[in-house]
Every structure is written in structure tokens, then in C-alpha cells.
């Protein structure tokens, strides 16, 4: 090669537009979702949205390509899918064009399924006949019963059957291994909830996104007081009763940190943390009238109220009242909902269908307020 052609810079990338997100439950996937919606707007992009009045791409039934809004006709022409859906790889790539980044997240089994068990305590059966989640831990069998597989599927394994596994079947070494080497070969990334700004870092390089597209405001979370505390018996008997999610967790938290050390490096990582941080925080500044969540009673546009579920107070934000429209507009996606959100992008993608009903006084009654 001539000494001048080693001069030209690297070719810098090209933001990535065809992303799935496999939105799994209780891994602080609403704040991803979010994420990926503005994302979508910024570009123009077509989301796979559930069909008609669900929020979700038809969970937890197996996904299938006609749970998609429009399918018939769009085909395989959506560009983001990042609602609730129980994976199937044949199904999505039918959805999906052949380029697209899979990616989803994961949480270590044991804050998860306390939080579970405060959500959804009263959907699942496991969960409303025992008191607490101690009482619930010391005997799951006692109360976790077969036969209501589909309504205790919160109980037991949920990550691995927002997967697709069977969160029911016996932890053999050689399914273990297949089903995560299986998971490997269906998405480019697993990203962990403990470490949210680090993987939105990892995220941003791995998509080739700008800064900007991975800030966020932490939606969904519950106030401090729903929780209950978990005995050390207990958190040990969640990596028993849920082995094959804290198998699924185990390794795929050590390839997180593998690919960070493989590609940006830890230096890079911590930078880029910071740099976030202090993005997320003058972005806070500009929007909210409190530097924080607050319980849902304190939200004082009901339009913004988060869905609330079981014994969980869900937090949500107020915005400062004196934003000009641009601004105003901003920090209202910042801090818009998930059943909101999926309603307005709805609205906007599909406007001759009925809107998807939120039960809420809606945010923007015309979409030219953008």
C-alpha cells in the first residue's frame, strides 16, 4: 500500500435503523422501549406495533408475524419492534428485514422476582395465595401449581420464556448450554440491567447511535417502600427455584463485560458513563419540576400517569410548566409512558384505525402540536 493511503481516516459508521428489541419483564425494558420509539421518530421509522387495541405483540403466546399492525401489507418492511413478545426467531425474521440488530436485556433473577412478585401479585395465582415473597420462597411448590403454567409464568423463570424456553423444563446441562449458545445465535447483544448506563454505552457503539439517542429518564420504576426486603434464604432459593434464568443471567453478564473489554475498553467506558450522566442530568434540569420520580398520586398531568399494577407504586415525572414547544415536546417523550407512547405511534403510523385506548386524558389531541 502507498504511504498516502494509510492516512485516510476510518470510515465512520452508519447509525443502524433496523433494530429488534426483545422486551423482556421487570429489566427496566420500559426505559429501553422508550428509547427506541424516539429513536424511531427521530428517523422516521417504521415500528412493528401490536394490532389493534393490544399493547403487546400477543403475549405471552408465541409470537406470530400477524400480531404486527399492517402486516399483511407492509410485509417485511418494519424497521424497530420493541413491544412485549414471547421470541420467535422464524416469526420475527418474518417481520423484520434480513440486516436487523437483535438485541434485549436481562436482570439478576433475584431483585427480579421480588419485583415481580409486587406487580404482579394479583395476576398470578403463585403469587395471591402466599403472603410475601419470603412466605412465597420457602416452599414454591406449595403454591406454584402446573396446571396454571400460564398465569405463573411471572413465578418462575420469566426470562428464559420471554426467550421462548419452557421456563418449566429441568436444568440439564446439555439444554442449558444449547438454549444459550441458541440465544447467542439469535442476537448480537445482551444487555444487563445492574449495569443500565454501561449497556446504553455498549448500545450506542454497538447501533453506531449519537449520545443522544441513549439518554433516558428511568420509567416504570416503583417507589422505594413496595419493596420488600428478601431474606438471605430466599435469595438463595431463587438461584434454585429459577436456575435456568440465573444460568441465562450468569453468562451472559460475563460476555457483557467480555465485549466491552473487546471493544471500547473499560477507559472508553467510563468516560462515556460520565459523559451520559452529565447529558441525563442538565436534560433533567431543563424538564422536570422535581429532579425525581414521583408517586403517581403527585403526577400532576394525568396524561403522563404510568399503568399501575399490583402493590407497586409506579413513579412517573412532572414536567416544568414554562417550556417553550420544541423543549416542551422533547420532555414529553422523554417521560411518556409505554401504553402512551405505543398509542400515539399507533395514531401516527396507522391514522384511519381506531386509536388504541389508553384510559387516560390524552397528551395531544392533533399530531400537528409536533
Given amino acids: 500500500k502507498s504511504h498516502e493511503e494509510l492516512l485516510i481516516p476510518p470510515t465512520p459508521c452508519r447509525a443502524k435503523t433496523n433494530v429488534m428489541f426483545l422486551k423482556t419483564h421487570k429489566t427496566a425494558s420500559s426505559t429501553v422501549l422508550n428509547i427506541m420509539f424516539r429513536f424511531a421518530e427521530r428517523y422516521n421509522l417504521t415500528v412493528a406495533l401490536p394490532a389493534d387495541q393490544l399493547f403487546h405483540l400477543g403475549y405471552p403466546r408465541t409470537f406470530v408475524a400477524h400480531f404486527v399492525e399492517g402486516f399483511e401489507t407492509i410485509g417485511q418492511n418494519y424497521n424497530i419492534m420493541c413491544n412485549h413478545l414471547r421470541f420467535d426467531p422464524l416469526e420475527v425474521r418474518r417481520v423484520m428485514a434480513a440486516n436487523t440488530f437483535y438485541f434485549s436485556i436481562l436482570r439478576n433473577p433475584i431483585p427480579l422476582l421480588e419485583s415481580s412478585y409486587i406487580y404482579y401479585k394479583n395476576n398470578v395465582p403463585a403469587f395471591r395465595s402466599s403472603k410475601n415473597v419470603n412466605e412465597f420462597l420457602a416452599s414454591p411448590t406449595k403454591y406454584y401449581h402446573p396446571v396454571d403454567y400460564r398465569e405463573n409464568i411471572y413465578a418462575r423463570n420469566i426470562m428464559w420464556f420471554d426467550f421462548g424456553y419452557n421456563n418449566n423444563a ?17 442476537f448480537h447483544l445482551i444487555l444487563i440491567a445492574e449495569y443500565f448506563d454501561e449497556s446504553m454505552v455498549l448500545l450506542k457503539h454497538a447501533l453506531c ?34 436456575s435456568l434464568d440465573w444460568k441465562l443471567y450468569l ?3 460475563q460476555s457483557f463485560w467480555r465485549r466491552i473489554e473487546e471493544t471500547i475498553g473499560l477507559e472508553v467506558l467510563e468516560e462515556e458513563v460520565d459523559h451520559l450522566r452529565t447529558r441525563q442530568k442538565e436534560l433533567m434540569e431543563t424538564c422536570l419540576s422535581e429532579q425525581e420520580a414521583v408517586r403517581k398520586d403527585h403526577i400532576r398531568n394525568k396524561a403522563l ?19 417553550d414547544n420544541r423543549t416542551l415536546r422533547t420532555c414529553q417523550k422523554m417521560v411518556m409512558p409505554e401504553l402512551q407512547y405505543t398509542s400515539y405511534l399507533y395514531a401516527v403510523q396507522h391514522p384511519h384505525k ?3 385506548e389508553v384510559g387516560l386524558p390524552l397528551l395531544w389531541t392533533s399530531f400537528q402540536e409536533k
Avoid: M
Fill in 170 to 186: 429441568e436444568d440439564d446441562t446439555k439444554y442449558t448450554q444449547a438454549v444459550l449458545e441458541e440465544i447467542e445465535q439469535n
Fill in 209 to 242: 447511535w449519537d449520545l443522544d439517542d441513549v439518554i433516558y429518564f428511568k420509567l416504570n420504576s416503583r417507589s422505594q417502600d413496595t419493596v420488600q426486603t428478601l431474606t438471605p434464604e430466599s435469595e438463595e432459593q431463587i438461584k434454585v427455584w429459577c
Fill in 251 to 253: 453468562h451472559f453478564n
Fill in 305 to 323: 400517569l404510568p399503568f399501575q399494577s399490583g402493590a407497586a407504586n409506579i413513579l412517573g415525572y412532572n414536567l416544568k410548566q414554562d417550556l
Fill in 354 to 356: 381506531k386509536r388504541k
